[in-house]
């Protein structure tokens, strides 16, 4: 059975767009796909020395595993489930990155679980990156990716426009986040997307809920094998302004992709700064096997922002 658009699209931003899964299972009613990547890497930073012996050397390697479903109910009706795993160098414990589930009709897609925001298929437009990138997007927590007891409803239309709206009840009170987002792909390369998320947010456990909201806005331009995607974001919390943006370009040679961002964010309160600039180039050995390395140049001051290297390889199945 092959995908509905849809569920594609939301199972696909799960597992990145470049997935590489097997189908261990298809039929005209149904299909099941396994798959994931094992991936050893380490990081490189004097940030990395918290306590007493720490060095500046960091295993960071991490291996996930995923099971993608989908079941065609009639010729309107299909129903879909996702999940995946992460195992991380550093603890024996499995995190549940995504687990959801729902159906995709005529009239949009209806999903429940840990999944991504209505925004991230805005703020996956600069973070594009194997090591850095992506941390000036996210002002408040509803705007981020993997979110519990999140409800999700998504629509593709026939002239390229998906709109996504999400609402997160959370299970401490006084903490529910809701958001939507409008997003164009054009024909010609250039799409376009902008989204807003409001709601009631805890800033640690036990402390007082705040209000919080928060604007996106996003642009990327694709020419060949050039790439440039812009965003914009703006957001207060707890009545302190604050705004920022990512840039971020990336060019293929053959088997190579070259890759830079920019990520800046800032606020009266200097707990919410962001200011980088990174480098990465990536090998692509075959389709399903990679290496990379990035390196991190951090303009704000103090040891917890030093500069970063970071390189692994990554096996997709």
Same mark, same amino acid.
């Given at each position: 059975?092959?995908?509905? &658009?849809?569920?594609?699209?939301?199972?696909?931003?799960?597992?990145?767009? *470049?997935?590489?899964?097997?189908?261990?299972?298809?039929? /005209?009613?149904?299909?099941?796909?396994?798959? +994931?990547?094992?991936?050893?890497?380490?990081?490189?930073?004097? $940030?990395?020395?918290?306590?007493?012996? /720490?060095?500046?050397?960091?295993?960071?390697?991490?291996?996930?595993?995923?099971?993608?479903?989908?079941?065609?109910?009639?010729?309107?009706?299909?129903?879909?489930?996702?999940?995946?795993?992460? &195992?991380?160098?550093?603890?024996?414990?499995?995190?549940?990155?995504? &687990?959801? $589930?729902?159906?995709?009709?005529?009239?949009?897609?209806?999903?429940?679980?840990?999944?991504?925001?209505?925004?991230?298929?805005?703020? /996956?437009?600069?973070?594009?990156?194997?090591?850095?990138?992506?941390?000036?997007?996210?002002?408040?927590?509803?705007?981020?990716?993997?979110?519990? *007891?999140?409800?999700?409803? &998504?629509?593709?239309?026939?002239? +390229?426009?998906?709109?996504?709206?999400?609402?997160? $009840?959370?299970?401490?009170?006084?903490?529910?986040?809701?958001?939507?987002?409008?997003?164009?792909?054009?024909?010609?390369?250039?799409?376009? +997307?902008?989204?807003?998320?409001?709601?009631?947010?805890?800033?640690?456990?036990?402390?007082?809920?705040?209000?919080?909201?928060? %604007?996106?806005?996003?642009?990327?331009?694709?020419?060949?094998?050039? %790439?440039?995607?812009?965003?914009?974001?703006?957001?207060?919390? /707890?009545?302190?302004?604050?705004?920022? %943006?990512?840039?971020?370009?990336?060019?293929?040679?053959?088997?190579?992709?070259?890759?830079?961002?920019?990520?800046?964010?800032?606020?009266?309160?200097?707990?919410?700064?962001?200011? %980088? *600039?990174?480098?990465?180039?990536?090998?692509?050995?075959?389709?399903?096997?990679?290496?990379?390395?990035?390196?991190?140049?951090?303009?704000?001051? +103090?040891?917890?922002?030093?500069?970063?290297?970071?390189?692994?390889?990554?096996?997709?199945?």
């Amino acid at each position: 059975m092959k995908k509905t &658009m849809i569920t594609a699209s939301i199972i696909g931003a799960a597992v990145g767009f *470049n997935a590489y899964a097997y189908t261990v299972y298809s039929s /005209d009613e149904s299909a099941l796909d396994i798959g +994931g990547r094992i991936e050893p890497r380490f990081n490189v930073s004097d $940030a990395n020395e918290v306590n007493a012996g /720490d060095s500046s050397f960091k295993d960071i390697s991490r291996a996930r595993l995923h099971f993608a479903g989908e079941t065609s109910v009639n010729d309107s009706v299909s129903v879909f489930g996702f999940y995946e795993a992460e &195992m991380t160098s550093d603890s024996f414990d499995i995190e549940n990155r995504y &687990m959801y $589930a729902g159906f995709d009709t005529n009239f949009g897609a209806f999903s429940y679980g840990k999944q991504d925001s209505s925004q991230v298929i805005l703020t /996956d437009f600069t973070d594009i990156m194997e090591t850095f990138g992506g941390s000036a997007a996210d002002i408040v927590v509803g705007n981020q990716d993997k979110l519990e *007891n999140n409800f999700v409803y &998504m629509v593709e239309t026939p002239v +390229g426009v998906t709109v996504t709206l999400n609402y997160v $009840a959370a299970d401490e009170k006084d903490n529910d986040s809701a958001g939507g987002s409008v997003y164009y792909k054009s024909p010609i390369g250039l799409d376009i +997307g902008a989204g807003y998320v409001s709601g009631d947010q805890r800033t640690g456990t036990g402390l007082a809920s705040v209000e919080v909201d928060q %604007y996106d806005v996003a642009l990327s331009y694709t020419f060949n094998d050039f %790439y440039i995607g812009a965003l914009y974001v703006a957001g207060e919390v /707890d009545n302190v302004d604050i705004d920022g %943006y990512e840039i971020a370009l990336a060019y293929n040679v053959n088997d190579y992709v070259f890759r830079y961002v920019f990520n800046y964010r800032d606020s009266d309160n200097a707990s919410h700064d962001v200011d %980088y *600039n990174a480098i990465e180039g990536v090998y692509n050995v075959t389709d399903n096997f990679v290496g990379y390395a990035g390196y991190e140049f951090n303009r704000l001051d +103090g040891k917890p922002n030093d500069d970063q290297l970071q390189a692994g390889v990554r096996y997709k199945f």
